[in-house]
């Protein structure tokens, strides 16, 4: 087995750090205030380095790195600021789910788009009844000649107010559509911000799309009428939780580099903090957590990479958003006690850090619906 | 007539882990395993430079380094920036090199490579830091050379007006093509390679010259071209008194005031 | 290349004065000279040089060329280059050092090339050291930011040169009673000496005492995090009459200027006291500061390394000393003005 990352992936990882400690750390403060503007510039720099076209086609103006590279991205740039990593995994979701079920005209007319920056979309499933649980929703859409007319509600959507696209699945009679809903289009509203705790939504801020008596014509159809659960769940299950993991990797990692930092600097009783040994062995369980979620979550990339199918690797996604997630609520917890008095104070970071974990416990993909993902697979 | 512009760039260990490089006493050799390599920062600007240059006089950039073969990373990372062609001097004999054995190889390859309009260089390197080789090889290929250079005013494609950094303050140098010019970090901000630069620069054939290819006389090069030798390490010599005070904070601070009147320094 | 076995010295001016690094080499030069057995010489290359070429000799040199013309009033690369070498090949010396400021060390490369002989940039120290029978010039550099002092030797080229930056060498004692020899070198120079030519000089004031100039300088480093800034650190400067300066950190915090960066990366100094508070000791910011007359150090943690290269060591928290500290200064009477 070849651990090692090609020259490639290093010189992607290093380029997207640079890009993250220079360019992006020493705006995060002002990124972070209340009732920030959406940092447009941000996406226009991200597209520009080639970091949404990871992992869409050459042919549509991708470069196809690959979910690796995808990974790596999402991982340096959520260890100097989450949000934006959050912004990175929201960025790839339409995009994937056109590349993989879309018709030609819609690969040709959105993908580019995307790639470039030019406009942005977000994933819509959720609704006020559930985030997980599809069967809850009531049915929201009819047909009408070649058009559909769709009433309904999504809550909880990143970037709600500022996404151009939405991938929506909408229950209907038959089953589940996908449709691609812009925001233009007459009976689209997106407002209601959610005030939540974490920075996380603060630039990537969340909010509800309501269709009222929305006429989308059939060339918006993703796929096929009736059978949007298989484009959607994918989307959901392949790339946004595999991105989901990615966040908590980096808040992970990051969360730990912070205390170690900090107890080598330290100086209590004449000697830096680390030397004792009770605090050690808190770093050495950090340690051994961000090297455990490192290897899920280059491993499920790599899988990916090998051209595995959502469907055979529900299994892999799920444990390593579960594990990266809840290595990042417990490095954070800690590294905040391994600071002591400092742990709260926002020069460190680590509120903000902690406050994205707990948002990514339910965010893209909750944890215990993960866990019945890995139980049901270990038991089939 | 299109430029030929060449950039000397360096690898050189990663600034971070400086604290973790020894030298060995017996061999006076450098400890660097497992310390991660970048390019030596300085060496970026340069290269930002001549791709600006290139941009705006349209020519051909090469970047050119002398090291052991992992040295071939940093013409990878140049590639990804933008550069024309890579070449790494890479020999056994190049090693033990000083800057005027480094300035001479250098020299030698760009000699054979063909014409040369303008030589960039980083001002100095990380480690080492002597920034000796940038005039060293202007005076091996018969060029002038500017250092410490902040800006570059090109007037017409062979007429450049430099500024040039002194203490508190700055010369302005008028200069024509060919020359050779060391750059400061403050000249420009250079640019990330993009996911589509690095894909197609990684892996990306490097020319590599050993001795014989890279020509000059074997007596110049390496250790044996070497006028300067590392001749050991220096014990620090301190012959402080290590005094230290006793007693409560308000004690210490008058026994502190006395000493210092005592040595006679206020 | 045989050496007639003199110690030269390139006195760099600027603006009609003297660089203060050119008259600090002088101190060290001189006491090269008298091991070698040999004469102390130096070299002026400028304009209308006569009383700096008197400074020199106030200074300690015996002999001083001066290669004078208008053209050369300002630094011109080449043309200094090939006239200090010509100089250096027609006399032979055994050792020529220059300072290593912005322009020396644009000059000294190109003339060690020149004459295909070793150059050693940054020294900390320079002595004699007997290598296969002769007295050979050690250069002790730091290395990789610091961690490491290295000697260099050249064992076989000559001249033996070296750039040594300012703070590193002491003055030595001025005396109008000295005597010496003035030459002026007959000068041609040729255009192609002009192809980078230097048509301007812009200085701007530095504000505040040098830190090169300052008598006594407070250095502070990152233990001033624990007291919310560098506010203390400048009272106590301002109380000892001195100037401040800092450590990477403090330079990254905002508190000092780069340019007050004391270091292997930074700058040397070595005033009559230095005071180095809220820093450990590291060997890069030490190193910068080693040749100071006294050294006293303010650090909470007892076992720092900063403890064992000062002749006096307060253990406590910055805090609570400093506020003490000066209190006890101000009661004690005004400071002395560098």
């Known amino acids: 087995m070849d651990f090692s990352f090609s020259r490639a992936h290093e010189m992607v990882r290093n380029m997207v750090r640079e890009y993250a400690e220079k360019e992006v750390g020493p705006k995060v403060e002002s990124y972070s205030q209340e009732g920030d503007e959406f940092p447009y510039e941000t996406l226009k720099r991200c597209a520009e380095l080639g970091l949404i076209g990871l992992i869409i086609p050459k042919k549509y103006g991708g470069n196809e790195m690959g979910y690796l590279a995808r990974m790596i991205a999402i991982e340096e740039i959520s260890k100097v600021y989450a949000s934006l990593g959050a912004n990175l995994r929201g960025w790839g979701l339409v995009p994937y789910m056109i590349t993989v079920a879309g018709t030609e005209e819609q690969k040709q007319k959105y993908l580019p788009a995307f790639c470039k920056g030019e406009i942005q979309g977000s994933i819509a499933t959720t609704e006020a009844t559930s985030g997980s649980d599809f069967g809850s929703f009531p049915v929201s859409y009819k047909k009408d000649g070649d058009d559909y007319i769709i009433n309904c509600r999504k809550v909880m959507i990143s970037r709600a107010t500022v996404s151009d696209v939405f991938g929506m699945m909408v229950r209907g009679e038959k089953g589940y559509t996908c449709f691609l809903i812009e925001k233009r289009m007459p009976g689209v509203q997106t407002g209601h911000r959610e005030k939540l705790i974490s920075t996380l939504s603060r630039n990537s801020p969340l909010g509800d799309v309501a269709l009222t008596n929305c006429r989308v014509p059939k060339s918006q159809v993703v ?35 912070i205390a170690v930092k900090y107890s080598k600097e330290r100086i209590v009783y004449g000697k830096p ?17 961000v090297e455990c979620s490192k290897l899920l979550c280059y491993q499920v990339s790599w899988l990916q990479d090998q051209g595995k199918k959502p469907v055979e690797l529900n299994r892999e996604t799920s444990m390593s958003k579960l594990f990266a997630s809840e290595s990042a609520v417990n490095n954070t917890l800690k590294a905040i006690e391994i600071l002591g008095g400092y742990g709260t104070a926002p020069e460190f970071g680590l509120i903000q850090r902690m406050k994205t974990a707990l948002d990514m416990i339910a965010a893209a993909g909750s944890n215990n619906v993960l866990r019945r993902n890995v139980g049901d697979a270990a038991v089939a | 007539m299109p430029l030929e512009i060449f950039v000397c760039v360096k690898q050189t260990p990663h600034p971070e882990h400086f604290s973790k490089i020894s030298l060995d006493p017996a061999t006076g050799s450098i400890q660097r395993a497992g310390i991660p390599s970048v390019m030596n920062p300085l060496d970026k600007n340069a290269v930002e430079e001549a791709l600006r240059i290139r941009e705006k006089f349209s020519g051909k950039v090469t970047a050119i380094s002398m090291g052991p073969p992992q040295a071939k990373e940093v013409l990878e990372e140049a590639y990804a920036m933008g550069v024309d062609e890579g070449v790494l001097l890479c020999d056994s004999t190049f090693a033990g090199a000083d800057t005027l054995a480094t300035a001479y190889t250098l020299a030698q390859a760009i000699q054979k490579l063909g014409r040369f309009d303008l030589i960039l260089c980083g001002n100095e390197s990380i480690d080492g830091a002597t920034g000796q080789v940038g005039p060293q090889l202007a005076e091996f290929l018969g060029i002038p050379h500017i250092t410490y250079v902040t800006r570059l005013e090109f007037q017409g494609e062979r007429e450049a007006l430099a500024t040039r950094e002194i203490e508190y303050g700055y010369l302005k140098v008028k200069f024509r093509l060919p020359a050779a010019v060391t750059v400061l970090k403050s000249i420009n901000q250079y640019r990330l390679p993009t996911v589509m630069d690095i894909m197609q620069a990684a892996g990306k054939e490097v020319k590599t010259w050993n001795c014989e290819e890279t020509g000059g006389e074997k007596t110049c090069l390496g250790l044996e071209g070497s006028p300067t030798r590392v001749a050991g390490l220096v014990a620090l010599q301190t012959k402080r008194k290590r005094e230290i005070l006793k007693g409560s904070e308000e004690e210490i601070a008058r026994m502190a005031v006395k000493r210092l009147h005592e040595y006679g320094v206020i | 290349m045989q050496s007639k076995g003199e110690v030269w010295v390139w006195a760099e001016q600027r603006a009609g004065r003297l660089m203060p690094v050119s008259l600090e080499l002088l101190g060290k030069a001189k006491e090269l000279a008298g091991s070698l057995g040999t004469r102390l010489v130096g070299t002026l290359v400028g304009d209308q040089m006569d009383s700096l070429a008197q400074e020199l000799i106030d200074y300690g040199m015996e002999k001083v060329y001066l290669i004078e013309s208008q053209r050369l009033k300002l630094y011109q690369s080449e043309a200094y280059a090939r006239l200090l070498a010509e100089l250096v090949r027609q006399h032979q010396p055994e050792i020529f050092l220059l300072g290593a400021t912005a ?36 250069a002790a550099v730091p290395g990789w930011g610091g961690s490491i002092l290295v000697k260099i030797v050249c064992p076989v080229a000559n001249p033996q040169m070296a750039t040594v930056r300012s703070g590193v060498f002491e003055r030595p004692p001025k005396s109008s009673g000295n005597k010496g020899e003035i030459v002026k070198v007959s000068t041609q120079l040729r255009d192609e000496d002009f192809r980078a030519e230097t048509v301007e000089i812009v200085e701007t004031k530095p504000t505040g005492i040098l830190l090169e100039e300052a008598e006594i300088v407070v250095g502070g480093g990152w233990g001033f995090q624990s007291v919310g800034g560098f506010k203390l650190a400048e009272e106590l400067a301002e109380v000892l009459g001195g100037t401040t300066a800092g450590t990477r950190p403090a330079v990254d915090a ?28 590291a060997m ?18 007892a076992k720092a390394p900063i403890f064992d290269v000062a002749d006096l060591g307060i253990v406590g928290d910055l805090g609570k000393i400093l506020p003490l500290l000066i209190e006890e200064l101000k009661k004690f009477g005004p400071g002395q003005s560098a």
């Not at chain 1, 989901?244 to 580099?257: H, M, N, T, W």
């Not at chain 3, 070793?118 to 050291?129: Q, R, S």
């Not at chain 3, 500061?289 to 150090?297: G, Q």
């Open chain 3, 284 to 301: 890069h910011f030490t190193t910068g500061f080693l040749k100071s007359k006294v050294i006293v150090a303010i650090e909470q943690n």
């Open chain 3, 103 to 138: 322009i020396g060390m644009d000059l000294a490369p190109r003339v060690a090339a020149k004459l295909n002989t070793g150059l050693t940039a940054h020294c900390a120290d320079l002595y004699l050291e007997e290598i296969a029978g002769k007295k050979k010039l050690i």
């Open chain 3, 254 to 281: 905002g508190w000092v200027r780069e340019d007050r960066m004391i270091g292997s990366s930074g700058k040397t100094v070595a005033p009559k006291l230095f005071v180095s508070a809220g820093a450990s000791g």
């Open chain 1, 273 to 289: 903090l680390h030397d004792l040994q009770s605090l050690k062995f808190m770093l050495a369980d950090m340690a051994v957590r």
């Open chain 1, 223 to 257: 796929g096929e009428e009736g059978k949007g659960l298989g484009p959607a769940l994918s989307t959901i299950g392949f790339v946004g939780r595999t991105g989901g993991a990615g966040i908590c990797l980096g808040v992970a990692e990051s969360s730990f580099d």
